[in-house]
């Protein structure tokens, strides 16, 4: 019997903050990290800044390509991540 793939599948978001500013990070439960932005528990930058809003998301099979994304996406200007948005 095959072994089944128990790891989840990675997600780059990208959030709007109540301020208009963006974030963008990883995480393979897009659900559930939302919401942990949402209560000031999430990234030191999203904390006072909520409640956010997601407006992007990329999915990836594992963290290292997830990660990969997220750097080059976090090197982008304002203008070029809402060409990608």
């Not at 790891?7 to 959030?15: A, F, G, K, L, N």
């Not at 974030?23 to 897009?30: H, L, Q, R, V």
């Not at 800044?49 to 990969?68: D, H």
Request: charged content about 30%.
């Amino acid at each position: 019997m095959p072994k089944q793939d128990t790891h989840p599948h990675w997600r780059v978001y990208i959030v709007e903050c109540r301020d208009g500013t963006y974030y963008t990070g990883i995480t393979p439960n897009i659900e559930q990290r939302i919401k942990t932005h949402n209560t000031g528990k999430g990234a030191a930058y999203t904390r006072g800044r909520g409640p956010v809003k997601l407006i992007y998301c990329e999915k990836f099979l594992t963290r290292s390509e997830a990660s990969i994304r997220e750097y080059a996406i976090k090197k982008l200007t304002r203008s070029q991540k809402e060409k990608l948005i």
